[in-house]
């Protein structure tokens, strides 16, 4: 970034007032009647209700449609471990998407943890305020078993974004990408450069929808992760491959994908001229990628571009995912984000790529026009109908596989936000 556009950054995070997110009242505060059902003593009668059944909670409180976004800072972006306070504009940032596209109100809460347990515990002690824990930006592998516990310990939608956000979004532009290229997901060769919570998401949800394990090379910092290593922890011994490639250099020769969830400026223009014919590349680093769209552009002109960063085309970003798949998980009150949710929502968001784009997104972005094609593989974040589709495919998805516990809202498909209470 130029130093002007450093300088808008700070600028926008601080005026005119600190920070991005505010909090507002959802009842009339004008009169001492209003104080008497808001504070002492009507408030008592809530509580009461609440007491005798936690369910009224849902019925009295803003708990239904609140999600906590937590994070310990182990991970921020690809900026790594600055720790938990450095990470509050990302989650107030998450907050502010959280709000914008799903009409969800998120509390963000950076937890200074001295081990995952002490994290877990914490997060497990307040989870009944929330309607959805999202996890955000926490490094792997602490980050799995974070996760696992938290799900196995709260009954309320628990969901680390940068795995299964990102691997959903991945997996949807990933398939248009292929479709364009004219290639098939179960015979491409896939490179992921990265091996931390997002890449391993990534592959697992890939695996999933048909490509073949044994085609990807995945890499850490020490080069690619085959059988013969001693140093794998489980979760990177599930992508050991049997290969003689041990480096970038020799695992990108002739690869049809890569994908970066690793950091900065690690794929050179001679190893995407070494890729094959439409080469993918989605370069997912933030705040800045793998290769810059500019480089990869000017390397090869047959390439499938796509960054993390809302002003280059192909924005593979998890902000595609989470407002919308916690909307449908708390409209019908899942338990859980199961895999059936997961694929549901790769689906909406692959399909809704292949419609007409509406002109609102092509205002917002100052473009005369956009189609499907190799400038335009994802839906963009500003896509009004993003709530409709993704929010539906997750709550019906979540309702077919048992761990809804309300039926399909019948204000579904929400057509915006000033829709969601019906
Ligand atoms: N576009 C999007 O929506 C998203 C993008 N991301 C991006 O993905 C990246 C990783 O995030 P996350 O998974 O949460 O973080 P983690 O800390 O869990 O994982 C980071 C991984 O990157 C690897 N890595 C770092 N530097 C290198 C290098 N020089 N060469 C090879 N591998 C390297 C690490 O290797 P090792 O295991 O050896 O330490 C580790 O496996 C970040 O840049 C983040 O911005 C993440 C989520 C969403
Ligand atoms: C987008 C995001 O969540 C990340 O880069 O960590
Ligand atoms: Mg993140």
């Given at each position: 970034m130029t130093d002007a556009k450093k300088q808008a950054a700070l600028d926008y995070h601080s005026q005119p007032i600190p920070g991005k997110l505010s909090v507002e009242l959802t009842k009339p505060t004008d009169s001492a009647k209003h104080l008497a059902l808001a504070y002492s003593p009507g408030v008592a009668e809530p509580c009461r209700e609440i007491a005798k059944d936690p369910e009224n909670a849902y019925l009295y409180t803003g708990k239904g449609n609140l999600v906590a976004v937590v994070s310990d800072g182990s991970a921020i972006l690809g900026l790594g471990n600055l720790g938990p306070l450095a990470s509050k504009p990302v989650m107030e940032g998450k907050g502010v998407l959280f709000k914008k596209f799903a009409g969800i109100n998120s509390v963000d809460i950076e937890v200074d943890a001295e081990s995952p347990q002490a994290f877990v515990d914490t997060v497990a002690r307040i989870a009944d305020t929330w309607g959805g824990i999202n996890l955000e930006d926490i490094k792997a592998p602490e980050c799995f078993e974070i996760e696992r516990s938290l799900i196995e310990r709260c009954n309320i939608p628990v969901f680390h974004d940068d795995q299964h956000g990102t691997a959903i979004v991945t997996a949807a532009g990933l398939l248009n990408a292929l479709d364009i290229a004219g290639k098939a997901l179960q015979d491409a060769r896939i490179v992921c450069l990265g091996a931390g919570a997002a890449a391993v998401a990534c592959m697992k949800l890939l695996v999933s929808c048909g490509a073949k394990a044994e085609h990807i090379d995945m890499l850490d910092r020490k080069g690619v992760i085959h059988g013969g290593r001693e140093d794998l922890n489980q979760y990177k011994a599930m992508f050991a491959t049997d290969t003689d490639r041990r480096t970038l250099d020799d695992a990108i020769d002739g690869a049809d994908v890569f994908v970066g969830l690793s950091g900065p400026n690690l794929l050179s223009p001679e190893q995407l001229q070494s890729m094959a014919s439409n080469p993918i590349v989605f370069?997912?680093?933030?705040?800045?990628?793998?290769?810059?769209p500019d480089v990869a552009n000017a390397t090869r002109d047959d390439v499938i571009m796509a960054t993390g960063r809302s002003d280059y085309p192909n924005q593979v970003n998890n902000v595609l995912g989470f407002p919308f798949i916690f909307r449908g998980a708390l409209d019908v009150r899942a338990t859980r984000i199961n895999e059936e949710m997961k694929v549901a929502a790769v689906h909406a968001l692959k399909d809704l790529a292949r419609e007409e784009v509406p002109q609102v997104v092509l205002d917002g972005y100052e473009i005369e026009s956009l189609s499907y094609g190799r400038g335009y593989i994802i839906p963009t974040p500003l896509d009004p109908r993003l709530l409709g589709w993704v929010a539906s495919a997750v709550a019906q998805a979540a309702v077919d596989s048992g761990v809804a516990r309300k039926p399909y809202p019948s204000n579904y498909p929400l057509q915006s936000v000033d829709d969601i209470y019906g």
């Open positions: 370069a997912c680093s933030n705040p800045d990628p793998e290769i810059h």
